[in-house]
């Protein structure tokens, strides 16, 4: 499955943005999805991930204040964040898989959107 993600940008602590992340290829409901992030001079990790059965799983530093959710009928994805902070900062990519496991590990997944940079000033 080819995935486009969107939605990145420059916000102040405090405020909130919504990525997306549009789907093509095979049929996007059985794909579980999953966001991650890559801070600059970090390794990418775990954000957010919804199963092919709508289950939910976040990271704990986003518990509480991001919302993933996705919408089969329009092959999407979108991640609501809320509450940023500067630590936040980083380029956010979703993720598609077909395993058994679907958090939190990167190699549960095997198609990867391109990435889209969020940026949190303080």
């Known amino acids: 499955v080819q995935l486009q993600a969107s939605g990145g940008g420059l916000v102040q602590a405090g405020g909130s943005l919504r990525l997306s992340c549009a789907a093509s290829?095979?049929?996007?409901?059985?794909?579980?999805m999953g966001w991650f992030r890559q801070a600059p001079g970090k390794e990418r990790e775990f954000v957010a991930a919804i199963s092919r059965n709508s289950g939910v799983r976040y990271a704990e530093s986003v518990k509480g204040r991001f919302a993933i959710s996705r919408d089969n009928a329009k092959n999407t994805v979108s991640l609501q964040m809320n509450s940023l902070n500067p630590e936040d900062t980083a380029v956010y990519y979703c993720?598609?898989?077909?395993?058994?496991?679907?958090?939190?590990?990167?190699?549960?997944?095997?198609?990867w959107g391109q990435g889209t940079l969020v940026t949190v000033s303080s």
């Open positions: 290829g095979r049929a996007f409901s059985i794909y579980n």
């Open positions: 993720a598609a898989g077909e395993d058994r496991l679907w958090y939190p590990k990167e190699e549960y997944y095997v198609d």
